[in-house]
T-cell receptor, first 113, second 115 residues
């Protein structure tokens, strides 16, 4: 199955700073690369995703970049705000593990005011 | 309506009890999922239903029994659980693309405690 590694496991930043979380995967056939945000007491929610025919995608303060050759993709959050504090998961899929989304271990992001 | 509704939100049961978790979506999604999440861990896939048929069982013990009565409903029947089964059980749905990529819509989960 897919081996997913996510770093860092915790990240503390000052409000207004940028945050970057990296996800590496093992299945070279993976073609779908989402990031989920999970707030306390809630289920995960998709915040951005990218497919393998695109190298970068932006949505306001959030961006995802993909390096298929190196098998990693990253979440970039600029101008962080306290409400960005949550656990973020990557979950690459669509490869040989059809239907099975393997979540990374998660990154606890804390944004200090 | 982009909601996945799970009931109950909290459940406490003894090891000899039989209970069920319920999940409902009205987005016309054709794939539905059960995930288990322990504290400070990522969600772990348990079952996938595609077009109301069980397509993936991640070697889950038989004390967990999924059921998909129709395309909007997903149940998880629980029987003879162990204390280590205590966790947050998340239901999700997706449009059901052929390669199962695409957004998963999660419910808020049912927090299960087994005494």
């Amino acid at each position: 199955g897919e081996n997913v590694e996510q770093h860092p496991s915790t990240l503390s930043v000052q409000e207004g700073d940028s945050a970057v979380i990296k996800c590496t995967y093992s299945d070279s056939a993976s073609n779908y690369f989402p990031w989920y945000k999970q707030e306390l007491g809630k289920g995960p929610q998709l915040i951005i995703d990218i497919r393998s025919n695109v190298g970068e995608k932006k949505d306001q303060r959030i961006a995802v970049t993909l390096n298929k050759t190196a098998k990693h993709f990253s979440l970039h959050i600029t101008e962080t705000q306290p409400e960005d504090s949550a656990v973020y998961f990557c979950a690459p899929g669509g490869g040989s593990t059809l239907g099975r989304l393997y979540f990374g271990r998660g990154t606890q992001l804390t944004v200090w005011p | 309506d982009t909601e996945v509704t799970q009931t109950p939100k909290h459940l406490v049961m003894g090891m000899t009890n039989k209970k069920s978790l319920k999940c409902e979506q009205h987005m016309g999604h054709r794939a539905m999922y059960w995930y288990k999440q322990k504290a400070k861990k990522p969600p772990e896939l348990m079952f996938v239903y595609s077009y109301e048929k069980l397509s993936i069982n991640e070697s889950v013990p038989s004390r967990f029994s999924p059921e998909c009565p129709n395309s909007s409903l997903l149940n998880l029947h629980l029987h003879a659980l162990q204390p280590e089964d205590s966790a947050l059980y998340l239901c999700a749905s997706s449009q059901g693309d052929r390669d199962h990529t695409g957004e998963l819509f999660f419910g808020e989960g049912s927090r299960l405690t087994v005494l």
